[in-house]
């Protein structure tokens, strides 16, 4: 009774009202927690992970007319593949699954005695197999319900022969390197093989894994590595306009029998180009050489291009107008200018490769053409505008480090994901990178443990005859060591038949999050302008509907439940994104780059880049402090993004996710300058300061581990730069207030009386 009346207790919360104009301090000083559900405390201790699975709606309406009465999009936010230190792998020679919907068995079936099972998506009565009545966990007989299948939410199966189409691909990967004037001239080449050159072991595979080398400028050039020779030799290929494959038996070499020679070539490679006077980039030719020499495996193409591609097939032409940038008109060419990228992706998702691209460059390079290659074959992007090794090495490291997780990083090779949903809720877009095969299949040539998918749901039919609905998402994938399995998971939700209880459930950051990826979709079919108003709209919607079916308080309050009270906040920071404002100056392919991370990266990494975190730290203390390993990490409170939380006396630290901003005070203490910065005060700090020294002091151990704390819980490096008053980066900083005002956007008490007024229309 005890979880019930704390779970009473949390929903009164989440609908209490709020007004809006009155309370300025809305922020909480600790990360958000998500908002529970009505589902009974033993259905919740069962649930799927929400860092893994979770609805925007918490509490499920029960009709489409009822979810289109509340105003708020109902969606699912996966990260399927995410790193897990604890993922339940059952072997067993019968995967135990219901006969219509195919439904994995899991926590929400019902056991209706111990023969038969009923389906909780469809269901179906099922019987239990004989096999399924023994639990290797205790080793007992006769308790179904208690074998791990039934027990944990997430879980692997190792699969049979039956979820093969063919035998397991090898780990194959091909390198497609950039080497024109440009690429060398930017020190890229260097870091990547030296990265290669230390992480070659680590490669994720087995004794089968493959990989091969190829490079461009005005040709295509291709590395022959097979065994038995003394030194690696190059083939060149000028016939462009007709590419074809020297000899196809050598260059995709097994990783252990010709390790030797590999090292010898990443050894010798920068050096090779190093006085290359070459300068155009023929990366069409060199993307179809490279998909004949794949496509008997599959498996991942690396390609790494720094400029615009300016010779043969897929041959692109500057676009951005640096005179427009500024303007909304200037956001027109968001999608890609040919379809020579995405017809060359979706061959490379049939023959199960995914290519991923990592650009590096100092102009524009149509970004919104090139990223297609990886959107549809299951790729990932990576962006480091205004690359050089030694001008710009902030960038250099992240690149460097980047790099090095995403060679270790684990991977999964020719995949398959299903969302299945219980019977009356239909999926109708997916947002990734990935190809829809059929309306609930996705097909992903790769898998790997750092992106995010988001779904739409619609409810087809009433779901007054449920008390709950479920969710499966099953993806079924080669492990790096040729092992077929299937990770599951499994979300079970309370359906409810009022409008109040819809709110209460309303998870403001998921649906802050949905709502993006369906922004950058509006913005390409549409116009920039266009999601911008949808965004507004969302809010008005939701808040409006709340008033006329909620709230009995006249329209010129602006009040909203608890739940939805960072809602306009959240919309107000996205409208001020780099995938979304207008006004200053910002790229195109900066602006497209956001886009892309919208679209694919998980929740929590994509909430910080929309609403960033502030926190004071010159002054942090042990106290509320929590204990990772053998280090105490504090916990300072999250501020409001605004100047009046900054004081000139301190030290603030931002935390956008992919990177930070150390900002310093003009009065700020010498003694936290010198214990942290290593300097004797601030005049002394030099412009352009990225890194923090690690000093024997108590506060630069407090600062270090607090920030070495934030960075280890993402996958990528984040840079951190130190701001001055008057440093380069102070505008990238305050652009970051989302609560002031600026030149072009509005403060957020400014958004609020706007939004009131558009109520009130």
């Known amino acids: 009774m005890e979880g019930l009346s704390f779970q009473n207790k949390q929903q009164a919360e989440a609908l209490k009202q709020v007004n809006l104009l009155q309370e300025r301090n809305i922020l909480p000083p600790v990360p958000i927690q998500n908002p529970q559900s009505k589902l009974s405390p033993e259905l919740r201790k069962l649930n799927c992970n929400p860092d893994l699975f979770r609805c925007t709606l918490m509490n499920v309406p029960q009709t489409q007319a009822l979810l289109n009465k509340a105003k708020l999009p109902l969606g699912l936010l996966l990260h399927p593949f995410k790193d897990l230190t604890y993922l339940p792998v059952i072997t067993s020679s019968t995967i135990v699954r219901c006969r219509t919907c195919r ?20 269901y179906r009565v099922n019987d239990v197999p004989e096999e399924f009545m023994y639990n290797p966990l205790t080793r007992s007989y006769g308790e179904p319900h208690k074998r791990p299948e ?33 690429a060398v001239e930017s020190g890229y080449l260097n870091i990547c093989c030296q990265s290669l050159l230390e992480n070659l072991d680590k490669l994720p595979g087995d004794s089968r894994t493959k990989i091969g080398f190829i490079t461009f400028d005005s040709t295509v050039h291709f590395l022959n590595l097979q065994e038995g020779l003394s030194q690696p030799q190059m083939l060149i290929v000028s016939e462009i306009e007709d590419i074809f494959i020297p000899t196809p038996d050598s ?5 252990h029998e010709s390790n030797e020679l590999i090292a010898d070539l990443l050894e010798v490679l920068p050096k090779m180009f190093a006085g290359t006077r070459e300068t155009h980039s023929a990366l069409g030719p060199a993307l179809q050489a490279a998909l004949k020499l794949m496509s008997a495996t599959g498996g991942r193409m690396s390609v790494f291009q720094t400029q615009l591609p300016s010779i043969g097939v897929g041959q692109l032409f500057s676009r951005e107008d640096p005179n427009q940038r500024s303007t909304i008109k200037g956001a027109q060419h968001l999608g890609p200018a040919i379809d020579f990228y995405k017809k060359f992706a979706l061959d490379c998702s049939g023959q199960q490769v995914a290519v991923d691209l990592f650009l590096l460059s100092g102009q524009y390079s149509d970004m919104a053409s090139l990223a297609c290659m990886s959107k549809y074959s299951a790729g990932s992007v990576f962006y480091y505008p205004s690359f050089h090794h030694i001008h710009n090495p902030a960038q250099a490291e992240k690149f460097q480090k980047d790099l090095q997780r995403y060679l270790i990083r684990k991977i999964g090779f020719e995949a398959v994901m299903r969302i299945r949903c219980t019977k009356g809720l239909s999926i109708h877009t997916f947002h990734g990178n990935f190809f829809v095969r059929s309306t609930d299949l996705l097909s992903l040539a790769n898998i790997n443990p750092d992106s995010g998918f988001a779904v739409q749901m619609s409810i087809e039919e009433s779901l007054a005859d449920s008390s709950v609905v479920c969710f499966q998402a099953a993806l079924l994938y080669t492990s790096s060591n040729g092992e077929r399995r299937i990770r599951v998971h499994t979300l079970c939700l309370p359906v409810v038949n009022s409008v109040a209880d819809v709110y209460t459930g309303a998870d403001v950051q998921a649906i802050t999050c949905l709502l993006a990826t369906m922004a950058v979709d ?9 999601a911008r108003d949808a965004l507004v709209n969302a809010v008005v919607d939701s808040f409006s509907a709340y008033h006329s079916t909620v ?8 009040v909203v439940p608890n739940s939805l009270r960072l809602f306009a906040l959240y919309i107000l920071a996205l409208l001020k994104q780099q995938a979304f404002k207008s006004g200053p100056c910002i790229g195109l392919d900066e602006r497209v780059f956001a886009m892309c991370k919208m679209k694919t990266q998980p929740l929590v990494h994509l909430m910080l880049m929309i609403h960033p975190h502030l926190y004071r730290i010159d002054n942090l203390s042990d106290e509320g402090s929590i204990t990772v390993g053998d280090k105490t990490v504090p916990q300072p409170h999250i501020l ?48 352009n300061l990225y890194q923090l020294p690690e000093l024997d002091t108590a506060l630069s151990q407090r600062v270090t581990s607090f920030v070495s704390w934030l960075r280890d819980s993402r996958p ?14 102070k505008t990238n900083f305050f652009q970051r207030l989302v609560e002031d005002r600026t030149e072009s956007t509005l403060s957020y008490y400014e958004f609020l009386l706007h939004i009131q007024q558009l109520i009130s229309k």
């Open 640 to 687: 409001q993004l605004s100047a009046e939380k900054l004081s000139k006396e301190g030290a603030f630290l931002m935390d956008c996710c992919s990177v930070m901003y150390l900002w310093i005070g003009k009065n700020c203490s010498s003694s936290f300058i010198n214990n942290v910065l290593g300097f004797s005060n601030y005049a002394s700090i030099p412009q």
């Open 716 to 729: 990528f490096l984040s840079i951190l730069y130190v701001v001055k008053d008057d440093a380069p980066f």
């Open 551 to 558: 709230s009995n308080l006249q329209q010129s309050v602006l």
């Open 522 to 530: 509006r913005s390409v079919s549409s116009s920039l302008s266009d």
């Open 103 to 122: 439904t994995y068995i899991n926590p929400f079936v019902s056991f209706l005695d111990q023969r038969r099972w009923k389906c909780n998506l469809c």
């Open 251 to 255: 260059l995709l070499v097994n990783l």
């Open 150 to 182: 039934v027990q944990a939410a997430t879980v692997e199966f190792i699969a049979s022969s039956d979820y093969m189409l063919r035998p397991p691909q090898p780990a194959v990967y091909l390198f497609v390197f950039d080497v024109s004037h440009n």
